[in-house]
């Protein structure tokens, strides 16, 4: 599951990118993915989370609709990073662990999700809103071998679309 974070607060000029906070849109963002994620039964077993805040308060706003004991690993490395990077990162992840949900930034997100996915599934995620969540079921039991065009396309939505099916 890849999500990005929910819309970030640009009302002062002067904080820092990392902590700029959630905006009251992209909060009322987190409570449709959180709706979203209890009726699709979709219960990570990690949470790898970019050090920004605005990632944090988006994990933090979903946090009711996840299983409680869930591990949420926040890691700097994982801020801003591009595809390669985040990749990177799944593939150290232990084969114990059968789903996980990476809430970062785009634009790698994006590239992300569409570079796991074959060709004619990338124009299934055109763009990556805030808040939008990917679904993607992968094609190997080993994190190490995620890669290219090894997923298959669950699901994917974006705030707009989950208030539009309300």
């Known amino acids: 599951m890849l999500l990005r974070h929910a819309k970030s607060d640009w009302a002062d000029a002067v904080t820092p990118d990392a902590k700029r906070p959630l905006s009251p849109d992209g909060r009322e963002a987190c409570v ?3 709706a979203h994620f209890t009726a699709e039964h979709l219960a990570p077993d ?15 706003r979903i946090a009711a609709a996840l299983p409680p004991d869930v591990p949420v690993l926040t ?5 801003l990073a591009g595809p390669d990077e985040l990749l990177g990162r799944l593939r150290e992840v232990d084969d114990g662990v059968p789903s996980l949900l990476l809430v970062g930034h785009n634009p790698g997100i994006h590239a992300l999700a569409v570079g796991l996915l074959a060709q004619p599934d990338r124009a299934l995620i055109p763009t990556f809103p805030t808040a939008a969540l990917a679904v993607l079921d ?3 039991r080993r994190w190490a071998e995620l890669g290219p065009a090894s997923t298959r396309f669950g699901s ?6 989950l208030r539009h099916a309300s």
């Not at 605005?54 to 994990?59: K, P």
């Not at 890691?75 to 801020?79: S, V």
């Open 75 to 79: 890691e700097d490395r994982l801020y």
């Open 32 to 34: 449709l993915v959180a």
């Open 156 to 161: 994917f939505v974006t705030p707009r679309s």
């Open 46 to 60: 990690l949470i790898l989370c970019s050090s920004a805040l605005r990632t944090r308060q988006t994990v933090q």
């Open 138 to 140: 992968l094609g190997t």
